[in-house]
């Protein structure tokens, strides 16, 4: 643990407080072990926060055990962790109060308190006085501050308080700054704030109390960057964030923006040098933990973040990156990437090559022929902003004049047997050539499709045993428009995993087994290109 004193970065001047562990896990779908717990407050250590509210100790057995393990588990470099409660209840000394002996109990350096502000929620929540609120708040904060803790308020509900009664609002932020609290957080509870409403109220509240103030936004007019920020105009030097927006209903203040904001966009040093090139992993490294799928339209860290599809847009990329591009990808860990699509044009398709690794050289007639190719192709239904692989095999076949060919398919087959019992069996029989050698797989499976990749691998591994790494990891479908119900034309994405990297392959045809064969194909054409084997079919 770090020294009380002062926070583990040396600098006092501006806090970059996470509040995942404990806001951040009240979003739906989201349950927290001890472990992951520990796991999260790692990688937020290694990006450079400066504080982690680690939960409420005393309020749940998990977060009373978090403290506890984090003192002796966790070497804090840069951050200092935070116990959150609430100020003691009303009638009760401040030291005769149990949830507030839990809070000193955690051994935090820091503690926040939830305070209310709002004088409806006082009297209607708390039941209490507007005086004796003020008394819990003054009480508490003396008595933290008595045992050698910093001291953080969040004021909840301020902004609604604020609006319906500016005066007892602020009495609340006095209360608190001559208490002794180091941040008075203005919070918008409610997330109904702007951020006009928000940078004024803040400018205000810092002229009439003097008070070093900070800034706590819910997501619900999908502001909550941005009213962090506004109150950072107004002269807010403490930001309350949550990785990837995790919170109540629809979120919290997104870290990863607020922090590439701070550094990018208003040149103010708040995370510790190089640890912004950090940013996407550590964002995709706390997703896994909570088992969330990485959001892909994420500012900054997403993996659409810095993607390309328009030919208007690769175009002018090809001369300058900066045309169409807010930042360099790299400075906060994440990459360029070009998209294939109908709306393809030469020069997306030139630099996609170039991504690749395929050098087309200039060559027009040929990037034109992969150009009316893809379109085509998509025209049928085929996605390859989706499928970087497929269309790797298809532009290497372009440029090669043949497809790669590892083998050759003769024919298969998928039978699904229905039984009197209710039960299902699947198999499947693929009969194919490689090199030189015909084979005839047969496999059961779990579904039609399931079957038949075990059926290919079952035929091939034998001669090529790379594929024994090969995994699939996702598998989509999706009825495309044009004809109705079982008529339909099919599109399935495969994503396939062979240790060291995943890609994806598409098919397309009038059925979802046929479609799903010429996905598997890919799969297995492509993740013997990424072995190096030599294609002899």
Aim: glycine share 10%.
């Amino acid at each position: 643990m770090t020294d009380a004193a002062a926070p583990a970065t040396g600098d006092d001047s501006f806090h970059v407080f996470d509040t995942t562990l404990r806001d951040g896990a009240q979003r739906e779908g989201i349950s927290l072990t001890v472990a992951d717990k520990l796991t999260i407050a790692r990688h937020l250590d290694d990006f450079g926060v400066g504080y982690i509210e680690g939960g409420w100790p005393g309020a749940n057995p998990r977060d009373t055990e978090f403290f506890h393990r984090a003192r002796t588990e966790i070497d804090f470099k840069h951050a200092q962790l935070v116990a959150f409660g609430a100020t003691r209840r009303a009638g009760v000394a401040a030291a005769d109060d149990p949830q507030v002996g839990a809070l000193l109990e955690s051994g935090a350096p820091v503690v926040t308190l939830v305070a209310k502000s709002h004088d409806r929620h006082v009297e209607l929540a708390l039941r209490t006085t507007l005086d004796e609120n003020l008394a819990m708040i003054r009480d508490t904060v003396e008595h933290l501050r008595a045992a050698g803790r910093r001291v953080f308020i969040d004021c909840e509900h301020f902004f609604d308080g604020y609006r319906a009664n500016p005066g007892y609002a602020q009495q609340v932020v006095t209360t608190a700054h001559e208490a002794g609290a180091e941040v008075v957080v203005l919070c918008d509870t409610n997330g109904g704030m702007l951020p006009a409403q928000i940078q004024a109220t803040v400018a205000t509240v810092l002229a009439d109390t003097g008070a070093r103030l900070g800034i706590h936004a819910q997501d619900d007019t999908g502001c909550a960057v941005a009213n962090t920020l506004a109150a950072v105009d107004a002269g807010a030097t403490h930001v309350q964030c949550t990785a990837n927006g995790y919170g109540e209903r629809v979120g919290n203040a997104n870290l990863f923006p607020v922090a590439a904001a701070l550094e990018l966009k208003y040149g103010r040093r708040v995370l510790p040098p190089g640890a912004l090139a950090e940013m996407t992993r550590i964002s995709h490294a706390i997703a896994e933990v909570v088992n969330l799928t990485p959001s892909t339209h994420q500012p900054y860290v997403g993996v659409s973040a810095f993607a390309h599809k328009a030919g208007l847009h690769a175009s002018a990329i090809k001369v300058d990156p900066d045309l169409y591009q807010h930042i360099d990808p790299e400075q906060v860990g994440n990459t360029m990437r070009m998209l294939v699509s109908d709306m393809a044009g030469r020069a997306s398709i030139e630099l996609k090559g170039k991504e690749l690794g395929i050098d087309l050289g200039g060559d027009r007639e040929l990037i034109g022929r992969v150009v009316e190719r893809v379109k085509e192709r998509e025209l049928a239904g085929y996605s390859y902003e989706a499928a970087d692989a497929s269309f790797e095999l298809l532009l290497r076949a372009e440029v090669d004049g043949t497809p790669r060919s590892y083998f050759r398919i003769e024919s298969w087959r998928a039978i699904t047997e229905d039984r009197p019992d209710g039960s299902h069996a699947n198999e499947a029989t693929v009969k194919l050539w490689a090199k030189g050698e015909r084979i005839v797989a047969t496999a059961e499976g779990n579904g039609p499709v399931n079957a038949l990749d075990r059926a290919l691998r079952v035929g091939l591994e034998r001669i090529y045993p790379q594929l024994a790494r090969l995994e699939l990891v996702d598998y989509k479908v999706r009825i495309l428009a044009g004809k109705h119900g079982t008529g339909s034309t099919t599109r399935v994405l495969v994503s396939t995993n062979d240790g060291g990297g995943e890609w994806s392959t598409v098919g397309v045809a009038d059925n979802v087994i046929a479609a799903s064969w010429q996905a598997l194909e890919d799969a297995y054409t492509y993740g013997l290109l990424r072995a190096g084997v030599v294609p002899q079919a």
